[in-house]
Structures are given as structure tokens and as C-alpha cells.
């Protein structure tokens, strides 16, 4: 169910406004910013549905994606959900 871990507590970088890598926003885990295009802008369009990019690792699809998708958190101890 997780695409990834997430590793960093940071959210987006004040610089760029791009979400951090490994972070509460990463691209990388929870799905691209922009409809069907990677972060890096190596593959826009729809044409490239599905393509993960080499260079960024993020998978091209529509933006809508990251409401659904989910990251998980290694904690040093065990916790129980109820």
C-alpha cells in the first residue's frame, strides 16, 4: 500500500518550490505536481502515461494521484494501531 518511504521531515524547498526529495511531499512517492508531467520536465504529455523518469523518478500521471497515494514512516519502535 506505501510507495515509499518518507525519510525527511521537510516539505517544500523555499528556493525552488519544489518538494523535497524523501520528504512529506516528495514527488517521487506520492505522484507528480503537474498532470502528466515528471518533476525534472524530461517527459510531458499524456503520451508518456505510465513512464517512470530516470533522471527525477517520478512517475508520469495525472496530479490527482497524490490524493490517493501513501508513504510510510520507519519508526525505531513498534506502535500499534487500534
Given at each position: 500500500w506505501s510507495y515509499g518511504e518518507v525519510k525527511k521531515p521537510?516539505?517544500?524547498n523555499y528556493r525552488t518550490l519544489k518538494?523535497?526529495?524523501d520528504g512529506l511531499f516528495c514527488a517521487k512517492i506520492f505522484g507528480p505536481i503537474r498532470d502528466y508531467e515528471c518533476l525534472c520536465g524530461?517527459?510531458?504529455k499524456m503520451?508518456?502515461?505510465g513512464v517512470k523518469c530516470e533522471k527525477c523518478g517520478v512517475?508520469?500521471?495525472n496530479s490527482k494521484v497524490r490524493r490517493s497515494r501513501m508513504?510510510?514512516?520507519e519508526l525505531v519502535t513498534p506502535v500499534a494501531h487500534i
Open positions: 521537510e516539505t517544500i518538494p523535497e526529495r524530461k517527459y510531458k503520451r508518456f502515461k512517475e508520469v500521471a508513504g510510510h514512516i
